[in-house]
């Protein structure tokens, strides 16, 4: 017997594939991906985790217990290694790069 996850990614398959196919990941992928079209993606994903990291905030304050609030805890917020803290650090690099590529 499969669990959850397995199935999930089993039924997924195709999704995924056509999502990893679409131009924007290939190009990113490759390298090819434009300055101005990442730079935009920067800001929206910016924006998406704000959201994200509301809703998990959320989500862990109605958590029945201590075990399911440091799991929410540990994806969004800092448990070392969490989704938005991770991808703020990325986000920061990038915004400190493009200063640093704007004075040249």
């Known amino acids: 017997m499969t669990g959850f996850s397995d199935e999930a990614?089993?039924?997924t398959a195709h999704l995924r594939e056509a999502i990893h196919?679409?131009?924007?990941?290939t190009e990113l992928a490759a390298g090819t991906l434009s300055r101005a079209r990442f730079q935009a993606y920067i800001v929206q994903d910016a924006l998406y985790l704000s959201q994200y990291s509301r809703a998990l905030a959320i989500?862990?304050?109605?958590?029945?217990?201590?075990?399911?609030l440091r799991a929410f805890r540990a994806v969004g917020f800092g448990g070392r290694g969490g989704?938005?803290?991770?991808?703020?650090?990325?986000?920061?690099?990038?915004?400190r790069r493009s200063r640093q590529d704007h004075r040249c």
């Open 9 to 11: 990614w089993q039924r």
């Open 83 to 95: 989704r938005a803290s991770t991808s703020s650090a990325v986000h920061e690099g990038v915004r």
């Open 59 to 68: 989500a862990a304050a109605k958590a029945p217990d201590a075990e399911t």
């Open 21 to 25: 196919k679409l131009p924007f990941n």
